[in-house]
């Protein structure tokens, strides 16, 4: 049923095959049918799913339940794009149930929401504001510069956006060089408003600020007070920091399910209240297919259950995602974090330790280039790696000869994968009868990104449900930061005063001592 189906025999016995294995969702059609699985396989995984609970976690998210074990908390990204009135959701017997506590969250969204979008319709209607920096890392990174950078024709030309992230200081001084306090806004962005890395750029931001015009007085035209916004969960922190202006969001929002949230604000200035709505109900209307679908047509449980089938039935260690988008050139880094964060882990949420391999390692690069990249080991090389194709149905305004070249290429290549080429000589051949995925989103606008988005959320809940782990904490990233908390305070500290600082010396000192007192 898996790796010894042919799928070259299998299309030209089940000619219906195609219709079998692929369906429209809100804003996306797949095509799963070139995939090692036959319908029974679904059957069968659905059945899985069925014995894993998967359709009660599902609701137990929707209830507001802290199904987020290890950290006692909600998991409600979701809640962030429902409308007022409950919207599509409106019906379901889940939100039907929903105590006083829900419909007060609810509630504060929309305060929160209208405060956001407000805020960003302000700075887009001020001129004086040419440059938007949004200092960041992780989930208070990676979303914000996907969209944005995808959604680039409905971002206001007169405005730059930059997003720093990383500690080395090239990538802040890179953008400090080509912006000015009085024209500039940044915008902190922290869930926990402790990350190292955010807090040595903030602090940096704030040192150049002040060196160049800027002043830490309210009442000033260049002050810290009109420059800079806080966008996190721990508003006390952020005020400590010298910052009035903050907007607030819950503790359950993941970090790598909160661009919906007031670290979306980027995304809100750069394309404006209207089309911030539109991704919202993008997201809403894939929210509500996978609350209320049934498992046989539920996009986000089919593709969940498909990474389950690849990863430990087929044994298939990474997928290989290809957006033939340039618009979508950091998707891929989005969602590395997403999948391999929410479900790299080997202990289930009743703290024993998996039998079976969990997420795959997610890498790709966008088509056309990785065809000149990495496809010849896609093709010809000895492992099977999944591939994920993302094109778009409607390529927007950009040169339509284009757009035909860059889908017909990625429609081509998952055919070759598939077909393969033999009898022109052991180099030439390819072995084909290699999976792929083919996603077709409507277009790179609003809505049909937030659709896209959402359906990754929901298919890394499912896969994580069948494999019973909590896919919405990341207590693995704790200890990098605690070491080099420790390596900080030694590099310091007196009995190492004649290690020289260099990075030799100091590998060379924790070669001898690995750790604290050795
Ligand atoms: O938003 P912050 O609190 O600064 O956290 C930024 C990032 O820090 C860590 O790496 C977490 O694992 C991520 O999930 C989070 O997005």
Redesign the pocket.
């Known amino acids: 049923m898996g790796r010894h189906l042919d799928l070259r025999q299998a299309f030209a016995h089940h000619p219906e095959r195609l219709s079998q294995l692929s369906q429209q969702a809100p804003y996306v059609f797949a095509d799963l049918s070139k995939n090692l699985w036959q319908p029974q396989t679904e059957q069968l995984l659905a059945d899985l799913a069925h014995s894993c609970g998967v359709t009660e976690q599902r609701d137990a998210m929707l209830s507001g339940a802290p199904i987020n074990a290890s950290e006692q908390r909600a998991v409600m990204h979701w809640l962030l794009r429902t409308p007022q009135d409950g919207g599509l959701l409106q019906d379901h017997p889940v939100v039907q149930q929903w105590g006083g506590g829900m419909v007060q969250a609810l509630a504060q969204v929309h305060q929160t929401l209208e405060a956001m979008l407000d805020l960003a319709e302000q700075v887009r209607a001020d001129a004086r504001i040419t440059d938007v920096v949004n200092i960041?890392?992780?989930?208070?990174?990676l979303g914000p510069e996907v969209v944005v950078q995808a959604l680039e024709d409905w971002v206001d030309a007169g405005t730059q956006f930059h997003f720093v992230s990383n500690v080395d200081g090239h990538e802040l001084g890179h953008v400090l060089r080509r912006v000015r306090p009085e024209s500039t806004l940044f915008l902190i962005?922290?869930?926990?408003?402790?990350?190292a890395e955010?807090m040595l750029n903030a602090h940096s931001a704030r040192a150049w600020f002040l060196a160049h015009g800027g002043s830490a007085d309210a009442d000033a035209a260049c002050s810290i007070d009109r420059h800079f916004v806080a966008l996190?969960t721990n508003v006390q922190a952020a005020a400590e920091f010298g910052i009035s202006r903050t907007l607030g969001f819950w503790d359950w929002v993941?970090?790598?399910f909160?661009l919906w949230s007031a670290?979306g604000l980027p995304i809100a200035m750069a394309i404006g209240a209207a089309q911030f709505r539109q991704l919202l109900q993008g997201a809403h209307a894939m929210d509500a297919h996978f609350f209320s679908a049934a498992p046989a047509v539920n996009l986000p449980m089919r593709l969940g259950l498909l990474d389950v089938w690849n990863r430990d039935f087929l044994g298939f260690g990474s997928r290989c995602i290809a957006p033939y988008s340039h618009g979508l050139r950091r998707l891929t880094a989005y969602l590395q974090?997403l999948e391999m964060?929410s479900n790299g882990k080997r202990i289930t949420r009743d703290g024993q330790v998996l039998e079976v391999p969990t997420a795959p390692v997610v890498w790709g690069e966008p088509g056309t280039n990785g065809q000149h990249a990495f496809f010849q080991m896609l093709h010809q090389g000895q492992d099977t790696i999944p591939v994920e194709f993302i094109a778009l149905r409607d390529g927007g305004k950009y040169l339509g000869a284009h757009h035909q070249s860059l889908v017909i290429n990625a429609i081509a290549q998952a055919q070759a994968l598939m077909l393969g080429r033999q009898g022109e000589g052991a180099e030439r051949d390819c072995p084909g009868n290699r999976p792929s995925t083919f996603l077709l989103l409507q277009a790179l606008d609003p809505a049909s990104l937030g659709a896209l988005i959402a359906l990754y959320e929901h298919r890394v809940f499912v896969a994580g449900a069948v494999w019973g782990i909590n896919s919405f904490d990341?207590w693995g990233?704790e200890l990098g930061k605690k070491l080099a908390q420790e390596l900080r305070a030694r590099q310091q500290s007196d009995d190492w005063a004649e290690v020289d600082p260099s990075t030799l010396a100091l590998m060379q000192r924790l070669a001898e001592s690995p750790t604290h007192g050795d």
């Open positions: 960041g890392i992780g989930g208070s990174h962005a922290s869930k926990s408003f402790t990350t955010t996190t993941g970090g790598r909160s670290i974090q964060e990341q990233v």
